[in-house]
Nanobody, 125 residues
Framework: QVQLVESGGGSVQAGGSLRLSCEVS????????VAWFRQVPGNEREGVAH????????RYGHAVLGRFTISQDNANNIVYLQMNSLKIEDSAMYYC??????????????????WGQGTQVTVTS
């Protein structure tokens, strides 16, 4: 059974930083894809960043490019999202998700089979 568990959310002032973690367990093999999404009430889930586990490819949404960094700790099956220069508009519930193959539309939430429960990020002024 595949499980994804997010942690690291919280409240931070604008301009600050947070690091989210996504612990992945279960049999996904040595090559799969993990993405971070975020969602505010009333909106669709927005793709934030994407990484190939077992490879080197990373992709980012335009809103976070240059501020957020996605990385992997293969030894511990953890995917991180380092968030710097946080803005009020970054406030959302953040989810990590996994899929076995890259569909070419990494930001499309419907393509991901496995999801975590989410962790809340709140950025204050």
């Amino acid at each position: 059974q595949v499980q994804l568990v997010e942690s690291g959310g919280g409240s931070v002032q604008a301009g600050g930083s947070l690091r989210l973690s996504c612990e992945v367990s279960g049999n996904l093999g040595s090559s799969y894809w993990v993405a971070w999404f975020r969602q505010v009430p009333g909106n669709e889930r927005e793709g934030v960043a994407h990484i190939h586990i077992g490879g080197t490819i990373t992709r980012y949404g335009h809103a976070v490019l240059g501020r957020f960094t996605i990385s992997q700790d293969n030894a511990n099956n953890i995917v991180y999202l380092q968030m710097n220069s946080l803005k009020i508009e970054d406030s959302a519930m953040y989810y990590c998700a996994a899929v076995l193959s890259d569909t070419g539309l990494w930001y499309r939430a419907a393509d991901y089979r496995y999801w975590g429960q989410g962790t809340q990020v709140t950025v204050t002024s």
